[in-house]
């Protein structure tokens, strides 16, 4: 089935050669059209046991692509911002796009072939790439960057975060954003913002995951876009300016939301920043600035057909996860939907419900599709919510994606980036992409 779906939904040009396998990572590909310039979109995806982790892969094209466009432009500035939140230094990338194991993971540093995420950003910074880098603080990496500051002098900064160890204290975005990047075909890209949910996971044995860390995730590419751009890099900037306050990053995040002058959206893209406006331990039901309760409202309002799909690492019943519920069930009673809701079983809060067998019994007065206990098919680490519904005579059609769980502490305390594409039934390709994810999950 797997490989059926990469067939559906690879929308590129066959090229012959290494770049033909390349472009495969894309499951799915789509231009959009904003104020008469073109707007590229590319998807990445993969299941639990699928390799190369495109998503993961992807990070390593992205420096790859800077780096290229300086050496072929040295008088012109490039800059990446690098928001990640972990990261295991054991994880060796075959970086070299020569290389016919391009993209693939091992244990095994190999001189010349293989190396870590850290040292990537190292020999981005020595190609003179300016690159910003905020991850969650450990040791051996902060000792590792500045050892190289000679190497890399002014080009490479880096922002350890030191929240605090708690869930409920970390910096949990994963997303880059590049000015100019120009890729091994010679095309360039400007302003370019990739959203995921695909940490640097860990290793067990030769170029496998950890059986902990082997889960379905995914990555959104959005070039050609400065004002997403912006934005992400605003975000980017309140968050290492207060790599050490998570209080007054919680603060200055809230008081730009108050002021509407973070998030960007126009009628295709829009950005989603946590935490929403509200009390760390309310419901995070801010239908503003959490894009997952505003078109659960928008369900809510509209009659007809509809529909609502998560596919999602956790769920808690918690403020959030209750109120979630509670309007799901609401907008159920307003039209006919259809929902499915894909969770890894094992991580999913059951609390409120008093028993796991409550807890499905309950996601399942959504729909008799409505739930899906992962353990036995594949794990999950996506944040991915699909909608859609009617305004008026057109039906809308909405992906949101990123690393934001369906959690209060998510909502309310932590760094979280995601992104939001809008579509509409002409052309919905993303959204049916995203689609084909879920139910994939819930076929034999």
């Known amino acids: 089935m797997k490989k059926i779906l990469i067939v559906l939904f690879f929308f590129s040009a066959f090229i012959p050669g290494f770049a033909s396998e390349k472009d495969c990572w894309a499951k799915a590909e789509k231009d959009f059209c904003l104020d008469g310039r073109s707007i590229p979109v590319k998807i990445f995806h993969r299941e639990a046991k699928e390799y190369p982790s495109f998503p993961m892969a992807e990070y390593i094209e992205l420096l790859n692509n800077a780096i290229r466009y300086k050496q072929n432009h040295p008088s012109e500035d490039v800059t990446v911002n690098f928001a990640l939140y972990q990261l295991y230094e054991s994880v060796y990338f075959y970086y070299d796009p020569a290389d016919a194991e391009y993209g693939n993971i091992t244990p095994n540093s190999i001189p010349g072939r293989t190396e870590n995420i850290f040292h990537s950003v190292i020999r981005a910074a020595k190609n003179k790439v300016n690159i910003s880098f905020t991850y969650q603080s ?130 295709h893209f829009g950005t989603f920043f ?8 309310g419901d995070g039901w801010d239908i503003q600035n959490n894009m997952v309760a505003r078109y659960v409202t928008e369900l809510e309002k509209a009659r007809g057909n509809k529909l609502f799909y998560a596919d999602v690492y956790i769920y808690y019943s918690d403020a959030f996860g209750l109120r979630l519920y509670d309007e799901l069930m609401k907008a159920k009673k307003s039209g006919k939907m259809d929902v499915k809701w894909a969770m890894e079983g094992n991580a999913c809060d059951q609390k409120a419900y008093g028993s796991a067998s409550k807890f499905k019994e309950a996601m399942e007065q959504l729909g008799p599709l409505a739930y899906e206990k992962l353990d036995h098919k594949s794990k999950i680490h996506c944040k991915d919510y699909i909608f859609s519904y009617k305004e008026k005579k057109t039906t809308r059609y909405i992906t949101i994606s990123g690393s934001a769980n369906l959690v209060r502490s998510e909502m309310n305390e932590k760094a979280n980036a995601s992104i939001v594409i809008k579509e509409t039934e002409e052309d919905h390709r993303i959204f049916d992409v995203f689609k084909s994810f879920v139910d994939m999950k819930f076929s034999d």
């Open 138 to 267: 450990k040791g051996l990496l902060n000792q590792v960057f500045a050892d190289s500051s000679a190497e890399t002098g002014d080009h490479l900064k880096v922002y350890p975060i030191t929240w605090g160890t708690q869930g409920r204290q970390q910096m949990h975005c994963k997303y880059m954003t590049i000015n100019k990047m120009e890729d091994a075909e010679g095309e360039v890209f400007l302003d370019s913002v990739y959203v995921s949910s695909q940490n640097i996971d860990q290793l067990s044995g030769e170029n496998l995951f950890k059986a902990s860390s082997d889960r379905a995730n995914s990555g959104v590419l959005v070039s050609s876009h400065p004002a997403l751009k912006n934005a992400y890099d605003h975000y980017f900037q309140v968050i290492t300016e207060n790599c050490d306050d998570q209080n007054a990053f919680q603060n200055e995040v809230k008081k730009l939301h108050a002021a509407g002058t973070l998030n960007y959206e126009d009628e």
């Open 274 to 281: 946590t935490p929403v406006i509200g009390d760390i331990e």
